[in-house]
C-alpha cells in the first residue's frame, strides 16, 4: 500500500521534478507543453518545476532549429552531459571499454587483446589503458567520469569481490572493486558479465519488449543470466546463473564439441576453432552438422531446465556463438518443442561482442537513476558528483 | 519514476485512506493516536480517514475491554467480517477447503477423501459437497463468499483451465475456473497448488521472512515454485516451476525409491508406502536408508539446478513428504554443499497438508488486495461484492 504524508508539498514537487526528468531523459528535447501533457502536470506548475530544474543545472534549453518563422517554442532537454560513464568489459581474451554520456548514449569504444595467463598487474595496466585510450578517443579526462561499471567473468560479490573464476587465474579471491578504486577516483561497480550483457538486451537489444528472459551467453564458455518482472535477477548471495556449474546440467562442456571438430584445420587457433565449425555447418559440412548437432543437444539440456522452471517469454541467444545463431537456433528450437511446456520466443541477440559493455553502460545509468532521480532524497545540483553519488 | 498529478487532493485522500487500512489490517485494533503515528498521518487527517471508511463500512469501533477505569480510548479495526473467502485444494487423492474472512483468518477447514480415477461429474460434486460442508461447518452461507480459490495439480491458464495434468485423468483440457463458475455465484480463481503452497509459506509459513525462495512441493508427485523478489513468479504462459518434467533433473520418478523400497509389507496402502519408508529410515532401517539415500541423490540434482539459476535465500521443504524433513533434509544439504556456491537455509515446512488450501485463502486475500484496495481505482462501499470485485 502507498504512503503518503498528507500536505507534504515540497515532496510533491520532488515527485514532479522527477517525472520532468524522466520523461526529458526518455523523450528528448519537448516543448513546456509537450512536457505537461506527458507529466500529467498543469502548464505553470511544469514551468516552474523546469526553472527549478534548470537553476540545479539538470535541464538545458535546446538552440531552435534554423529557419523556423515566428518565434520558436522553446525546447528543453535533459543535460546528459552533465557527466560521463564508463563500460568495462574485463574477459579473458579481451578488454573492452565504452564512454558513454548520462543517458547511456556510447561516444567511444576501444578494445584490447589480453592473454588470459598473463599476471595480474599486467591485467590491470590493461585496464587502465583500455580506459585511458577510450577517454582519448572521446576527448574526456577522468576528470568528467562519474562511474566505472566493469563486467568480469565469475561469481561477484555485491562489493565487487570475485568469490570464483574459472577462466581468469589469479582473478579468485580479487577485490576488483578495490583496484579499480585506486585506478579511477569515481563510483566503481562491478557485476556478472553475463548480467551485465542480459541488461542490455532488455534496455536496448532483442528483449526490449519482454519481462521475462533467459539469456544464453554461449562461446567457449557458457554464461546464464535470467530477467523477472524487468529486472536482471542477481540473487541472494548474487550467484544467480551459474547452472552451467550442475553437470546434469550439460552446459559446462559443451562447446568443446564445436572447439574439437575432426575437421578443424591444423593451425586454426583455439579463439577461431568454433566459429570455423560453426561455418562449415552452415556450408553444410556433414561432420561440422553432426558436431553442431551435439552441442545443440547439450545446450538443449540446460536451456530446458531454466525454461521449465521460469516459463519466460523470450530466450536470448547471445554472446560469440550468437553470430551464427542461424545455424543454432533452428536445432534448439526444434529441442525445446519436445522438452518445453510452452516455447518461448526464441531470439539472436543484435549486440555481438560489444554486449557486456554496453549492459555495463546501461547498469551504470540505472544506478545512477536509483542513486540521484529518487523519491527517498532531495535532488542536488548537478556539480560536483564526488558530492552525490 | 514515479508520477503523480500536483494538488490532486482526493487522490491524495484515497492514498491515506488505502495506508489506514493496510495498517489495521495488519496490526489489529488501534487507537486513533496509535494509527495516526503508523501511517505517518496528523490526527485530524486520521479522524477524517477513519470516518470514512467507517461510513464504506471498511471499518469498525471494537467493543472497549470490560473493566477499564475512566474513558477508554476508541479503538478501530478493519472490518474483516464484511466478506469471506474460501479456499479449495483439488488434489488426486482428496479435496480440501477453507473458510476464512478477509484478513484470511481461516474459520473452518473440510477434506474429503477421493480416488483419483472417479469420474468427472462426480469430482465436481465432491467438490461442492466439499466446500457446502465448510461453509456449514463456519456457519456461512455461499452468498457471503466473495472469492473461491482453487489450487489443483497441473499447467493453469491465466483463465483457470488445465493445460496439462498427469496426476489427474480427464483434468487436461477442462475449464475448471467456468466448472466452479456454475457452482459458486462469486469471484473463482485457479492456480497451481505449488504455487499457492509457496504463497502460504511466503504469508504464514517457512519463508515469512525471504523474499527469493525455491519450494520444492516434494510427495507421491513432485512439484515447484518460485518466489522472487516477494512474488510468486507464474511465468509468462503460467507454466512456471515445471522442471521435473525434464528428465535429465531426476525429479519425476524420484518418489519410486521411497514407494518402493523392498521393506515394505504386503498391505500397506500405496498412499502409505513412502512414509513407511521414510518412518523405518527413522528408525536406521538400513534398507529404508539406503532408499532414502537414492531419494535423495534425484531430489538434489533439480534442486541444485534450480539453486545454482536463483541463488534463493531459502529452500523450503514442503508436501507430504515434508513430515519426514528430519531425515531427508541433513542429506539433501550435504549433497547442495557439494554442488552450490552458495548454499542457501533450508528449512521444513510448517504448514503440512493444510499448505494448499491456506495458500488458496491467501492468493484470494492477495487478489482482494489487487482489486479493491489500490490507488488505480476509488474504493468502493462495502456492500454487494458482485459490484466490487
Given at each position: 500500500?502507498?504512503?503518503?504524508?498528507?500536505g507534504?508539498?515540497?515532496?510533491?514537487r520532488?515527485?514532479?521534478?522527477l517525472?520532468a526528468?524522466g520523461m526529458l531523459r526518455g523523450a528528448g528535447?519537448?516543448?513546456?507543453?509537450a512536457l505537461a501533457?506527458r507529466?500529467g502536470?498543469?502548464?505553470?506548475?511544469?514551468?516552474?518545476?523546469?526553472?527549478?530544474?534548470?537553476?540545479?543545472?539538470?535541464?538545458e534549453e535546446?538552440t531552435p532549429?534554423?529557419?523556423t518563422?515566428g518565434r520558436?517554442?522553446r525546447?528543453?532537454?535533459f543535460r546528459a552531459?552533465?557527466?560521463?560513464l564508463?563500460?568495462?568489459?574485463i574477459g579473458?581474451?579481451?578488454?573492452?571499454?565504452?564512454?558513454?554520456d548520462?543517458?547511456?548514449?556510447?561516444?567511444?569504444?576501444?578494445?584490447?587483446?589480453v592473454h588470459p595467463d598473463i599476471p595480474?598487474?599486467?591485467?590491470?595496466?590493461?585496464?587502465?589503458q583500455?580506459?585511458?585510450g577510450?577517454?582519448?578517443?572521446g576527448g574526456?579526462t577522468i576528470?568528467d567520469?562519474?562511474?566505472?561499471?566493469?563486467?568480469?567473468?565469475?561469481v561477484?560479490?555485491p562489493?565487487?569481490r570475485i568469490?570464483?573464476?574459472?577462466?581468469?587465474?589469479?582473478?579468485t579471491?580479487?577485490d576488483?572493486?578495490?583496484?579499480?578504486?585506486e585506478m579511477f577516483p569515481?563510483e566503481?561497480?562491478?557485476e556478472?558479465?553475463?548480467r551485465?550483457?542480459?541488461k542490455?538486451e532488455?534496455?536496448?537489444g532483442a528483449?526490449?519488449?519482454?519481462s521475462?528472459?533467459?539469456f544464453?551467453?554461449v562461446?567457449?564458455?557458457?554464461?546464464a543470466?535470467?530477467?523477472?518482472d524487468?529486472k536482471v535477477?542477481r540473487g541472494?548471495g548474487?550467484?544467480?546463473?551459474?547452472?552451467?556449474?550442475?553437470?546434469?546440467?550439460?552446459l559446462f562442456?559443451?562447446?568443446?564439441?564445436?572447439?574439437?571438430?575432426?575437421i578443424?584445420p591444423?593451425?586454426?587457433?583455439?579463439?577461431?576453432?568454433a566459429?570455423?565449425t560453426?561455418?562449415a555447418?552452415?556450408a553444410?559440412?556433414p561432420?561440422?552438422?553432426?558436431a553442431v548437432?551435439?552441442?545443440?543437444?547439450?545446450?538443449a539440456?540446460?536451456?530446458s531446465a531454466?525454461?521449465?522452471?521460469?516459463d519466460?517469454?523470450v530466450v536470448?541467444l547471445?554472446?560469440g556463438?550468437?553470430?551464427?545463431?542461424?545455424?543454432?537456433?533452428?536445432?534448439?528450437r526444434?529441442?525445446?518443442?519436445r522438452?518445453?511446456?510452452?516455447?518461448?520466443?526464441?531470439?539472436?541477440?543484435?549486440?555481438?561482442d560489444?554486449?557486456?559493455?554496453?549492459?555495463a553502460?546501461d547498469?551504470?545509468?540505472a544506478?545512477?537513476?536509483?542513486q540521484?532521480f529518487?523519491p527517498d532524497?532531495?535532488l542536488p545540483t548537478?556539480g560536483d558528483?564526488?558530492k552525490m553519488i
Amino acid at each position: 500500500m502507498a504512503t503518503l504524508r498528507g500536505g507534504d508539498l515540497s515532496r510533491l514537487r520532488q515527485l514532479n521534478a522527477l517525472t520532468a526528468i524522466g520523461m526529458l531523459r526518455g523523450a528528448g528535447p519537448l516543448t513546456l507543453s509537450a512536457l505537461a501533457e506527458r507529466a500529467g502536470l498543469s502548464r505553470p506548475s511544469t514551468k516552474e518545476v523546469v526553472d527549478e530544474l534548470m537553476e540545479l543545472g539538470w535541464v538545458e534549453e535546446t538552440t531552435p532549429a534554423q529557419g523556423t518563422l515566428g518565434r520558436p517554442a522553446r525546447r528543453y532537454r535533459f543535460r546528459a552531459s552533465n557527466g560521463y560513464l564508463v563500460g568495462l568489459d574485463i574477459g579473458g581474451h579481451n578488454i573492452r571499454a565504452a564512454l558513454a554520456d548520462l543517458n547511456g548514449e556510447i561516444l567511444a569504444e576501444t578494445r584490447r587483446p589480453v592473454h588470459p595467463d598473463i599476471p595480474l598487474d599486467e591485467r590491470l595496466a590493461a585496464i587502465e589503458q583500455t580506459v585511458a585510450g577510450c577517454l582519448a578517443l572521446g576527448g574526456k579526462t577522468i576528470a568528467d567520469v562519474w562511474i566505472v561499471a566493469a563486467g568480469t567473468i565469475g561469481v561477484i560479490t555485491p562489493e565487487g569481490r570475485i568469490l570464483y573464476c574459472a577462466a581468469i587465474p589469479a582473478w579468485t579471491g580479487l577485490d576488483l572493486a578495490g583496484h579499480l578504486r585506486e585506478m579511477f577516483p569515481c563510483e566503481i561497480l562491478v557485476e556478472n558479465d553475463s548480467r551485465l550483457a542480459a541488461k542490455a538486451e532488455a534496455v536496448r537489444g532483442a528483449a526490449r519488449d519482454a519481462s521475462d528472459v533467459v539469456f544464453l551467453h554461449v562461446g567457449r564458455r557458457m554464461g546464464a543470466a535470467i530477467i523477472i518482472d524487468g529486472k536482471v535477477h542477481r540473487g541472494f548471495g548474487a550467484a544467480a546463473g551459474e547452472i552451467a556449474m550442475l553437470p546434469q546440467a550439460q552446459l559446462f562442456d559443451a562447446s568443446e564439441h564445436l572447439q574439437n571438430c575432426p575437421i578443424i584445420p591444423e593451425g586454426i587457433s583455439p579463439a577461431d576453432a568454433a566459429g570455423y565449425t560453426l561455418a562449415a555447418a552452415r556450408a553444410d559440412d556433414p561432420v561440422a552438422l553432426a558436431a553442431v548437432e551435439r552441442y545443440v543437444d547439450d545446450l538443449a539440456v540446460g536451456t530446458s531446465a531454466m525454461v521449465l522452471l521460469l516459463d519466460p517469454q523470450v530466450v536470448v541467444l547471445g554472446g560469440g556463438f550468437s553470430r551464427s545463431a542461424d545455424v543454432l537456433l533452428p536445432p534448439l528450437r526444434e529441442r525445446l518443442e519436445r522438452t518445453c511446456i510452452r516455447l518461448p520466443d526464441l531470439r539472436a541477440s543484435t549486440l555481438g561482442d560489444e554486449c557486456v559493455v554496453t549492459g555495463a553502460i546501461d547498469y551504470a545509468v540505472a544506478h545512477l537513476d536509483h542513486q540521484l532521480f529518487t523519491p527517498d532524497a532531495p535532488l542536488p545540483t548537478s556539480g560536483d558528483p564526488q558530492k552525490m553519488i
